[in-house]
């Protein structure tokens, strides 16, 4: 397996048939992530980061998905379900955004992760509960097998979160994303999931999968960045480069739009003026246009011409902005 | 949770108490004299007044609606001297029409509508489930149009619209069946099912109509929620994510409004019972409505109540068990 990336997206797109029309939620993305490295990607709601993610589990129901996504080499596109669904779980994983609803209410939390563990690995009730009990407790869960008899809506917000996580961890998959896992959580209680989930990482090897519209969290855990913007990537990069030197007029927004400590008293916060584009009828051109700071100061036809695709503009670097040379002059 | 049955019990103790008063009341403010009612035809005036003494019509209604209650659960002696009767407990007085108990009257009528309920339920309640679940499962098919389609067809017919129709193509065209009459169970099951097929079909078919309606929508909106998308992503058998974690919640609604319409119905159906002839409960209520048989009217009215209000209470304790987040209560 060496050399072959864990997962490998290419050219990904995922469109619904609506009422009102096709509605392209997702539209030809690109990327791979390594074992034991962690690929952010952000967007607001709306860009297609979450229906990416549905799309390579193979939990976009209803949805058509043409492109290729392949985990361990293995294509999961157009795969047989029965092919997919032993995979789910076992060797790719999902952490969901809300525990409280994510979990099943009428079932206790030891109960949900041994029904997991026992789906792919069989053996009897007494070793899958065990096993529940065991990931509760690598998860940080205090008396681990007391917890494993409450349900859910006994845990707090943290604990959940963090019995969500042992979910996914159950069947120690090599891959795991995780849709906006602390969103819902307070700002401490949040360093302490993702500490946790950087931690299981190092010591497994995991690739993840960071999904979020939080730069700070992109900032705290992720290697390499996807910034997606109308079901388009918008940029790529490590992380670092991205934070330091963001070319696309769309994540520059994004990072202007973060509240600084530093800033002079009384500035106000900035932000990205206008709305996401309608994914039904999304506009000619490059998708930001509209609420673009540099085509309103200086317009230029190919904005509005072909949609751009990503070109490399540094080393590792990408972006899909056709005004590059403005923008970086 | 013996604290929670307490309170419960005590609240439907309350409850019936407050029926039992409203009824009675209600009964005193109507026209008719329950002395001449009870006198009969050609009675003259002094006899009149003497039943008025006799049945204790003339002291306060409180202390008539005391003697009615302590009556129930203790019984009580009826008249004095030579007309002195003693009603043992449970008493709800004479039938002015029969001058028999009423509890004999009810009990003896009630076999007959438990059976017809709880036949009818058996039916709609597969047919119901069996259809709703089909149809949320195809959502949008054709089948799940006619299906649904059909359903409201059958909810708008009424009920004597449909004995006929059946009691038409079933007896009378096609002689596949006896006219329906009651035999009880113990007598003859097999002309017990035979002669109850038609009361039973023609209650549990407005019935099942609604119930798959309900269902559809309950196991819908279930199989959208996020702990469904979990299920999947564990990587269950959709088989076991429909059966066991969309099932269960979708049908806790339907188990409500089964304990609801089950109490209602086991105090007598009716129309149906009236239109089959069945000598049931609710025959007995149309036949005493006729006859201002008030004594009887206030004992079925009662006798409702209780098994409503009971199976409330079963509802809830079913509801508890079902749903661990119910037990808070």
Redesign the interface.
């Known amino acids: 397996m060496t050399g072959q990336p864990l997962l490998a997206v290419h050219d990904l797109s995922v469109h619904f048939a609506t009422a009102e029309g096709t509605v392209h939620a997702v539209k030809g993305v690109d990327f791979t992530v390594e074992a034991g490295r962690t690929l952010g990607i952000v967007g607001e709601s709306g860009s297609g980061k979450s229906v990416t993610s549905l799309a390579v589990m193979g939990l976009h129901r209803g949805a058509t998905v043409t492109g290729s996504a392949k985990l361990h080499g293995r294509e999961l596109i157009g795969a047989p379900e029965e092919e997919i669904r032993r995979l789910r779980g076992r060797t790719m994983a999902m952490v969901f955004q809300d525990a409280l609803t994510a979990l099943h209410p009428y079932f206790t939390i030891g109960d949900q992760i041994a029904e997991a563990y026992r789906e792919h690995h069989g053996g009897s009730r007494k070793r899958a509960r065990a096993r529940a009990v065991d990931v509760l407790g690598d998860v940080g869960i205090p008396e681990p097998a007391r917890r494993a008899d409450e349900y859910p809506h006994q845990f707090s917000g943290g604990m959940r979160q963090r019995a969500m996580i042992a979910l996914a961890l159950s069947c120690e998959p090599d891959l795991i994303i995780a849709d906006e896992p602390t969103t819902a959580l307070d700002v401490t209680v949040q360093a302490q999931v993702l500490e946790l989930l950087m931690k299981l990482q190092q010591d497994r090897g995991l690739g993840i999968v960071m999904i979020t519209h939080d730069l700070g969290v992109i900032a705290r855990v992720a290697d390499e960045v996807l910034v997606m913007y109308g079901g388009s990537a918008a940029e790529q990069a490590p992380a670092d480069t991205l934070f330091a030197a963001p070319r696309h007029p769309y994540t520059r927004g994004l990072l202007d739009s973060l509240p600084r400590l530093d800033a002079a008293d009384g500035a106000a916060l900035r932000s990205i003026p206008g709305t996401p584009p309608s994914l039904l009828t999304p506009p000619a051109g490059c998708a930001f246009h509209p609420r673009c700071p540099v085509y309103a100061a200086a317009g230029d036809p190919r904005c509005t011409g072909d949609r751009p695709a990503l070109r490399q503009v540094a080393d590792g670097h990408r972006s899909a902005c056709v005004l590059d040379e403005v923008t970086t002059a | 949770m013996i604290g929670f049955l307490a309170r419960r019990l005590a609240a439907m103790a309350v409850t019936l108490l407050v029926i039992c008063a409203l009824t009675f009341a209600v009964f005193y403010l109507l026209p008719t004299d329950p002395a001449a009612q009870f006198c009969g035809k050609d009675c003259s005036a002094d006899r009149i007044e003497l039943v008025r003494q006799q049945l204790g019509l003339n002291d306060p209604l409180i202390v008539q609606f005391g003697r009615y209650v302590a009556g129930i659960f203790a019984g009580q002696t009826l008249g004095t001297g030579p007309y002195a009767v003693r009603c043992d407990f449970p008493c709800f007085g004479y039938s002015f029409q029969s001058a028999q108990p009423v509890w004999t009257l009810m009990m003896d009528r009630l076999p007959t509508s438990a059976s017809l309920a709880l036949g009818a339920a058996v039916l709609w309640l597969v047919l119901g489930l069996g259809v709703g679940v089909l149809s949320a499962l195809r959502r949008g098919s054709w089948l799940d149009r006619t299906l649904m389609v059909g359903t409201i067809g059958i909810a708008a017919l009424p009920v004597y619209f449909t004995a006929m129709i059946l009691l038409y193509l079933v007896v009378t065209v096609g002689g596949l069946l006896p006219y329906p009459r009651y035999i009880a169970f113990t007598e003859d099951p097999g002309s017990w099912i035979a002669n109850l097929i038609l009361p039973w079909t023609t209650l549990a078919l407005m019935y099942a109509a609604m119930y798959a309606r309900m269902t559809r929508n309950s196991v819908i909106e279930t199989m959208a929620?996020?702990?469904v998308?979990?299920?999947?992503?564990?990587?269950?058998?959709e088989r076991r994510v429909v059966g066991k974690?969309g099932l269960?919640?979708a049908l806790t609604p339907v188990a409500t409004m089964l304990g609801m319409d089950l109490g209602g119905l086991l105090a007598g159906a009716l129309i149906t019972e009236s239109l089959f002839s069945l000598p049931g409960v609710g025959k007995l209520f149309a036949d005493s409505l006729n006859k201002a048989d008030q004594p009887v009217i206030m004992g079925i009215t009662l006798l409702a109540s209780f098994f409503i209000v009971s199976s409330n209470l079963v509802v809830d304790l079913v509801y508890a068990w079902?749903?661990?987040?119910a037990r808070l209560a």
Do not use: F, M, S, V
């Open positions: 929620e996020p702990y998308r979990t299920a999947r992503a564990k990587g269950l058998p974690h269960r919640p079902i749903d661990p987040r």
